[in-house]
DNA sequence: TTGTACGCGTTATCAC
DNA sequence: GTGATAACGCGTACAA
């Protein structure tokens, strides 16, 4: 492997010259310029980022911890951000926790240890305080968490409004002839517990259902975890019920698609008999027959804010403050609250 | 941030006792040994990962390049590679190429930049050409691939034996008493063609219906791109068939669902009047209903295994030679091939 | 059993 | 415009 050693005596300059060359120095004559690029070509030089990295301070890569890779959510999030950060040239440090917190510690450890010139936390795997002491430790790296509030200084979180969410989907249901709305809840702990929008979308749901006059029934409020299975026993819970809902918000698509499963079971004509709602828009979502109506999660949005955000912030340096942007979820109409106009 | 001379001058050594010390050397006294782990833990000190990696030229991370994240299998294999290499001490740099054969060379030269220590390589993005180029620019460094076949030179590749998957899939039919068996198989081109399983799978099914004694009818072959609308349109294809199949061993799952939705539309009842099997097993499989029966693929298997070898290789030095190693899919028996015992 | 001194490949600061 | 040269933090002969 060549060295800029090697590029210096073969193009006969200095390193140093070489090194300018290299970062485009307004300094260099052109003639020099041509003659140090020719011998880069020549000899196939290459920087080593490394002992660049070593001299800087810096890991031109930025690192990403995310709580469960599977879940689909997740899953393209990461995805944009990859392709997000290979535009600004920075590589992908890449954890996943697997929902297992003492996982945190060992992660964030991992990505001090590279250097990384930035960092993410997706999902709610990370604990705050964990966090402030990377906070503290890594005083200059800038902290970006998707779908989680932290209200740490210098961090700063991507959610979407999730409360505005869960109105907005209870309202289209409302909208659309329902008069019992029922809500499949995320978990109060446990994976997922603490995402941002796990609170927020509850009380969205309770914000339309007042707005529209509706009293509130707490028999209609089931909890589930996040997955396939709990929001199919907690639909036939509901279909259970003595005057069951004519239509459920779920918390999440995977839930959704699961109670779209009892729906199905138990007779039910999607949406004549039931309408429902879910949340995120994964790929599936669109696949089911009836399709799932669902909040769209900006997923390529927050990627790629992500990468640009921690982009200028490196730049810039760490702000001194928490802050929040805050994004939409938009609802996307299928086949679970609307008949196909033929 | 405290530096091995900070601990030496605080302990009253050498850096290069402080160097042995760390790294357990065993010419060391026990008394300052003692001394050392005590400055150690009074400065917090870490060492600084980016200077021993500009001295040892290892970056102890490693590479993986994958063609689609958002592919349930892949995004499996990812997980258990992350959580694998945890285990070794090892960060993981990952890129996701989008199926775009022009990220491979980028995606492979970041990967060198970094002086990843070993290269994993999941799907089918990666040109063999481009591959055998980084094989030659960077010598040392191990190269795993995962369900795609590389013949190059110091290229271990991990397959899945899908000829016999497919062999298996299908006399799991015509044993269940199916007599006219049909095939959704992958794409000829394009995203996912050049995958190791792809033609196996094909073969495999020739294999079963030959020793069955049922002759071979090329109408009953039908062709998808491994997503989800494809098997959904190449079923309903079949089923419009003067004779319409009995059975139909679809290459990959996110297609066999499609088919499932297809076969549901169609009025068809699964078992009874058509069985299914797919390939892979995506979490999905088990949660519809009927469940779909499928080959299971070693996700798990693969991601540990590769992490292990990878391990191994960086120790030893790359092999000299091309080598393969075959992992078995495993039928998993759901509804849709066999109604539940009661 | 321990310390000294050099080099890894860059970048940055000067002096020329 | 250009070239020496000193860091950056660590590993490691080699000397003691």
Known sequence: MA???????????????????IHDADWVSDSTRARVQRAIEATNYRPNHVARSLKTR??????????????????????????????HDRSLFLCDSDHQFDLGATNL???????VDGLIVIGDTVRPRLLAKFLEEAPEVPVIAIERAYDLDGVCCLLVDSEEGGYRATRHLIENGATRVAMI??????????TYGRAKRYEGYRRALNEAGLTFDAALVEQGTFRYESGKAALNRLLSLPTPPDAVFVANDMMALGALEAARNSGRNLPHDLMLVGYDDIPLASLTSPGLT?????????????ATLL???????RPTTA????????????????????
Do not use: C, W
């Open 3 to 21: 060295t800029m050693k090697d590029v210096a005596s073969r193009s006969g300059v200095s390193v140093a010259t070489v090194s300018a060359v």
């Open 58 to 87: 810096r890991g031109y890569a930025i690192g990403a911890i995310v709580s469960d890779l599977t879940n689909p959510f997740f899953t393209e999030v990461v995805r944009s951000l990859s392709h997000a950060l290979r535009q």
């Open 109 to 115: 450890r991992m990505m001090q240890d590279k250097q």
């Open 185 to 194: 809840n995320g978990p109060e702990e446990g994976a997922g517990s603490t």
């Open 294 to 306: 669902t909040m769209a999660m900006p997923k390529h949005t927050l990627g790629t804010t992500a």
């Open 311 to 317: 982009h200028k912030q490196i730049e810039t340096g």
């Open 323 to 342: 802050s929040r942007h805050m994004f939409d979820a938009t609802l996307v109409v299928r086949g679970s609250t609307r008949a196909p106009t033929p």
